[in-house]
Nanobody, 114 residues
Framework: QVRLVESGGGSVQAGGSLRLSCVVS????????MAWYRQTPGNRRELVAT???????VNLDSVKGRFTISRDNAKNTMYLQMNSLKPDDTAVYYC????????YGQGTQVTVSS
């Protein structure tokens, strides 16, 4: 059974930083592409960043230069380093695994105040 568990969310002021982590179990982590999504109330889940099993990354334009997605295959863990946070980054952040289907974690709240 594939399980994804996020951590690291919280409340920060604009300009601050947070690092999200996602630990994966029940899957051959190193062989799967991964991603971070975010969602605000009443809106669709938005793709923030992706990383292939080989480490190639793609970021949403609005987070380029501020967010960095990475992975440690030895620890079955993916990260999202978020710097220069803005109030518009406030959302529930979900990690995702592209396996036989798309799996999501339970989400972690990020709140950025102005």
């Amino acid at each position: 059974q594939v399980r994804l568990v996020e951590s690291g969310g919280g409340s920060v002021q604009a300009g601050g930083s947070l690092r999200l982590s996602c630990v994966v179990s029940g899957s051959i982590f190193s062989m799967n592409a991964m991603a971070w999504y975010r969602q605000t109330p009443g809106n669709r889940r938005e793709l923030v960043a992706t990383i292939t099993h080989g480490g190639s990354t793609v970021n949403l334009d609005s987070v380029k230069g501020r967010f960095t997605i990475s992975r440690d295959n030895a620890k079955n863990t993916m990260y999202l380093q978020m710097n220069s946070l803005k109030p518009d980054d406030t959302a529930v952040y979900y990690c995702a695994l592209y396996g036989d289907r798309l799996y999501y974690g339970q989400g972690t709240q990020v709140t950025v105040s102005s």
